[in-house]
């Protein structure tokens, strides 16, 4: 049974919930199990409450950290989330051979070609992002909390937060040359990386009182990166000739920046500890 204390502070705290949420949760029609959670642990509801008021003003706190807060990323002791800089670290060197397309007709019986006849010759293209932007849109969507364990006026859990990010994007630069008999031929373009459906995962450590309900403490224990939808997207703008080292191009560089992303089992799990660090600064603002 709880306490006179933890009774009265479990009261005073319910008093403060809006009405139209208690009536919700009173009304006949509720889930079955829902309304006898909260009619058997009426806090489990106070923390609720007070963990989804808490984080939303957490996301209004995200921009600011993750464009302002300087983390140490790519060799970069001032590197910031939004726009990260990859300090030249992602990009990509592609070689091999290319040969001139030639367009052929069958005329007469004779097959007619033009040119007359191919020049092939090794090429080598290559292709580097400067740094991604759209962190900072990053919005805790979800959370859940587990049972909770009361103490007087304190209360305390785990639980788990949801962010997504619906896009991100980097920009770069690609060129190639090459020629027969060592003629070079310069040719430059651009790059281009496009992530969807980015999805950060945490697992959190939660203290809260009672009454008034107020968040005192949120901490985040283990986070993780991943997303069942979400993919990466490598465009190069076209090489002219070249453009059969394109898919080499394209693979590596994804490759570099999934593992500088701390994606595909990356053993370099910076980035994930730099987007723990900024999201844990913006939790401590609004403590």
């Not at 300087?70 to 001032?78: A, H, I, M, P, R």
């Amino acid at each position: 049974m709880p306490s006179t204390q933890t009774s009265a502070a479990i009261q005073q705290a319910l008093d403060n919930i809006r009405p139209d949420i208690m009536d919700a949760l009173r009304a006949a029609r509720g889930p079955k199990d829902a309304l006898a959670k909260f009619q058997d642990t009426p806090e489990w509801w106070i923390l609720f409450n007070a963990v989804q008021q808490f984080l939303a003003a957490v996301n209004t706190q995200i921009p600011r950290i993750f464009t302002q807060q300087e983390v140490n990323l790519f060799g970069l002791s001032n590197n910031h989330l939004d726009p990260l800089n990859f300090n030249g670290q992602v990009r990509a060197d592609a070689s091999g051979e290319y040969c001139t397309p030639q367009d052929c007709h069958d005329v007469f019986g004779v097959e007619i070609c033009l040119p007359p006849f191919s020049i092939c010759a090794e090429g080598r293209a290559n292709a580097s992002l400067d740094g991604l932007t759209g962190l900072s849109t990053m919005l805790i969507t979800n959370f859940g909390i587990n049972d909770a364990a009361v103490n007087g006026n304190k209360i305390s859990t785990t639980g788990s937060i949801t962010s997504y990010l619906p896009q991100l994007s980097a920009h770069g630069q690609a060129g190639a040359s090459g020629g027969p008999s060592g003629f070079s031929i310069p040719i430059s373009g651009s790059g281009s990386a496009t992530i969807t459906g980015m999805v950060i995962n945490a697992d959190i450590t939660i203290a809260c009182n009672l009454s008034p309900p107020k968040v005192t403490a949120l901490t985040i224990d283990r986070l993780t990166i991943g997303g069942n939808d979400m993919s990466l997207n490598i465009d190069i703008d076209g090489l002219g000739p070249f453009n059969n080292l394109l898919n080499g191009l394209r693979f590596v560089i994804l490759m570099g920046l999934a593992g500088g992303l701390g994606l595909m089992n990356s053993t370099d799990q910076s980035f994930p500890a730099a987007i723990k660090g900024a999201l844990q600064s913006a939790i401590n603002s609004q403590l």
